[in-house]
């Protein structure tokens, strides 16, 4: 069972001198070098399908999607743990990338299962996008309610649409307030199967992929 909520320390000088005359002379006078404590890494989001095939139809739909926005203390590769008012990254594991770009590609996975219906521009593409995308994760976290339950991960993020009419030939500069803006916030619960870092990794993946799935349908829905 972990204990997610025991802080491991983020870094620690592991030179350690060695003291004692027999144990000097065995060492020629080295230092031994401590053995950390081994790491797992994990990652979630994986593409869930197979992106559609687009055949000669273009999308109906094309969406700028912003970079991400994800709490400081989620957002790197340690995984939050949360007991009430305690915070603790989860000792043993991290994520193989930070948690804000592995979340990133899971998105851009969802929408990219759904290329016969909308299409993402990618970020360096010019012109103006008729829909951008901003989606700001405010939770990511394994959420326990008790030292030593089964947690449930929580994600929680708001998205934002903005449309922008489009340019008539010859016509004036488009304006900020000419667009719409809709907003929605998320969230997902997903159980853990037990306290183990494997069982609260795939909570974390089927509550991401889930999440990711409802955002790329509320967008498509909203921009039709």
Do not use: H
Not at 149 to 178: F, K, N
């Amino acid at each position: 069972m972990i204990r997610p909520f025991v802080v491991r320390p983020l870094v620690r000088a592991s030179l350690r001198l060695v003291a004692g005359g027999a144990v000097v002379a065995a060492l020629s006078g080295c230092s031994l070098l401590s053995t950390p404590d081994p790491v797992q890494n994990y990652r979630f989001g994986l593409p869930m399908d197979a992106p559609s095939s687009m055949g000669d139809t273009p999308a109906p739909l094309t969406v700028s999607i912003r970079r991400i926005e994800f709490p400081q203390a989620a957002g790197d590769d340690r995984i939050l743990g949360v007991t009430g008012l305690e915070t603790a990254y989860i000792g043993g594991a991290r994520w193989v990338s930070p948690a804000s770009t592995l979340f990133d590609d899971s998105l851009k996975a969802a929408f990219a299962n759904r290329a016969d219906r909308i299409r993402v521009l990618g970020r360096r593409e010019p012109g103006t996008p008729p829909m951008v995308l901003q989606v700001t994760v405010t939770t990511f976290e394994a959420r326990y309610a008790a030292p030593g339950a089964t947690p449930d991960v929580v994600i929680t993020a708001q998205a934002q649409l903005r449309t922008t009419p489009e340019r008539q030939s010859g016509g004036a500069a488009i304006r900020p307030e000419q667009g719409r803006s809709v907003e929605r916030v998320f969230t997902v619960t997903q159980p853990a199967a037990e306290n183990r870092i494997s069982a609260i990794v795939a909570a974390f993946d089927t509550a991401t992929r889930d999440i990711n799935t409802q955002i790329a349908d509320w967008t498509i829905q909203s921009g039709s």
